[in-house]
């Protein structure tokens, strides 16, 4: 499954690092970073039921996992984004804050790490003298449907559940991530709650991992019907990211609307009315005499010509002095 912090930016030429600018890592850090963190949380999501009873009680495996999301998020999110997660990485897309060149190659570190976490499981396993069958004990731990249910959950079930569950997750990653929201910092903590809700929740019904990557990674090592039902752990999940994304592309939408809009009736505003007073009330105290001197300009502009009062009282004296003769009465 990012962080929780948005991927970071090189910082344009010419800004120092105290400038606000932001440092963006490269692909091979930032794939290095999700394959890890994948490769943990695999290792705890899929290490704790392998060694427990899942079914009686799949509060331990929710919580480890969730744990483990909000870990990795916390280590590694600063140098990717902390996905984790192909549903995550797609909702990214989707929503545009990642490229599709760079979401792609997420989603292949992903599997990566993924594979290797349950490889190292399927190794320890095959150490153990008390288990015959390293795939049958992989079984109990792999996401499916119907027959391979816990609880016989038909495939429109564990589909709707899967969408619905991913839409979730997505959101609250993208929700708690936004740039302008600002308990940003415990976005790790609120995506590892959700994460290890939705898992109580999924692990009930057919092992829901919603996560592709962990659902490739069980059913690498688990028997041949794992791999044939895999589809639905990708197709399901991926759809309800999409969604999610959609959402959140939707809400930024608006707000670029308005600023546009507002630039756009203040740029209106200052050429209709002409008036430079009403103008200059917007400006700080610091500006306004830039501002008048500014606005001088059209005023001067609208009246190019104006006559010069002195000028004209000194050229016709004689005229104004009979126009007041004539109203003391002094004229006839």
Same mark, same amino acid.
């Given at each position: 499954?990012?962080?929780?912090?948005?991927?970071?930016?090189?910082?344009?030429?010419?800004?120092?690092?105290?400038?606000?600018? &932001?440092?963006?890592?490269?692909?091979?850090?930032?794939?290095?970073?999700?394959?890890?963190?994948?490769?943990?949380?695999?290792?705890?999501?899929?290490?704790?039921?392998?060694?427990?009873?899942?079914?009686?009680?799949?509060?331990?495996?929710?919580?480890?996992?969730?744990?483990?999301?909000?870990?990795?998020?916390?280590?590694?999110? /600063?140098?990717?984004?902390?996905?984790?997660?192909?549903?995550?990485?797609?909702?990214?897309?989707?929503?545009?804050?990642?490229?599709?060149?760079?979401?792609?190659? /997420?989603?292949?570190?992903?599997?990566?790490?993924?594979?290797?976490?349950?490889?190292?499981?399927?190794?320890?396993?095959?150490?153990?003298?008390?288990?015959?069958?390293?795939?049958?004990?992989?079984?109990?731990?792999?996401?499916?449907?119907?027959?391979?249910?816990?609880?016989?959950?038909?495939?429109?079930?564990?589909?709707?559940?899967?969408?619905?569950?991913?839409?979730?997750?997505?959101?609250?990653?993208?929700?708690?991530?936004?740039?302008?929201?600002?308990?940003?910092?415990?976005?790790?903590?609120?995506?590892?709650?959700?994460?290890?809700?939705?898992?109580?929740?999924?692990?009930?019904?057919?092992?829901?991992?919603?996560?592709?990557?962990?659902?490739?990674?069980?059913?690498?090592?688990?028997?041949?019907?794992?791999?044939?039902?895999?589809?639905?752990?990708?197709?399901?999940?991926?759809?309800?990211?999409?969604?999610?994304?959609?959402?959140?592309?939707?809400?930024?939408?608006?707000?670029?609307?308005?600023?546009?809009?507002?630039?756009?009736?203040?740029?209106?505003?200052?050429?209709?009315?002409?008036?430079?007073?009403?103008?200059?009330?917007?400006?700080?105290?610091?500006?306004?005499?830039?501002?008048?001197?500014?606005? &001088?300009?059209?005023?001067?502009?609208?009246?190019?010509?104006?006559?010069?009062?002195?000028?004209?009282?000194?050229?016709?004296?004689?005229?104004?002095? &009979?126009?007041? &003769?004539?109203?003391?009465?002094?004229?006839?």
């Amino acid at each position: 499954m990012t962080t929780p912090v948005p991927v970071h930016r090189d910082p344009a030429p010419g800004l120092t690092a105290g400038s606000g600018a &932001e440092i963006r890592h490269g692909l091979v850090s930032r794939l290095s970073a999700e394959a890890f963190g994948s490769l943990f949380i695999v290792v705890a999501g899929l290490g704790v039921p392998l060694f427990s009873i899942p079914q009686s009680s799949p509060l331990p495996a929710a919580l480890a996992a969730g744990l483990a999301v909000t870990a990795a998020m916390l280590a590694f999110g /600063y140098v990717s984004g902390g996905h984790f997660n192909p549903a995550v990485t797609v909702g990214h897309a989707v929503a545009g804050r990642i490229r599709l060149g760079d979401a792609a190659a /997420y989603i292949g570190a992903q599997l990566v790490g993924g594979l290797l976490g349950a490889l190292a499981l399927f190794g320890i396993l095959r150490t153990l003298p008390g288990i015959q069958d390293s795939r049958t004990a992989f079984d109990t731990v792999t996401a499916g449907f119907g027959e391979h249910s816990i609880i016989q959950a038909p495939l429109a079930g564990v589909l709707l559940l899967e969408v619905l569950g991913a839409a979730i997750l997505v959101a609250v990653f993208l929700g708690t991530t936004a740039r302008n929201n600002i308990n940003k910092t415990a976005a790790a903590v609120a995506v590892g709650l959700a994460f290890a809700v939705l898992l109580q929740l999924g692990l009930s019904v057919g092992n829901a991992p919603f996560n592709p990557a962990r659902a490739t990674a069980s059913a690498v090592f688990s028997s041949s019907w794992s791999l044939e039902q895999l589809w639905l752990f990708w197709v399901a999940p991926l759809a309800g990211a999409a969604i999610a994304g959609l959402v959140f592309r939707g809400f930024a939408e608006p707000v670029a609307a308005d600023t546009a809009s507002a630039a756009g009736s203040a740029a209106d505003g200052s050429v209709d009315d002409g008036s430079a007073a009403e103008d200059v009330v917007d400006f700080d105290d610091e500006d306004a005499d830039v501002a008048d001197d500014s606005a &001088e300009v059209p005023a001067k502009a609208a009246a190019p010509a104006e006559p010069a009062p002195a000028h004209a009282a000194a050229d016709e004296p004689d005229n104004r002095d &009979e126009a007041q &003769e004539f109203f003391d009465g002094k004229r006839g």
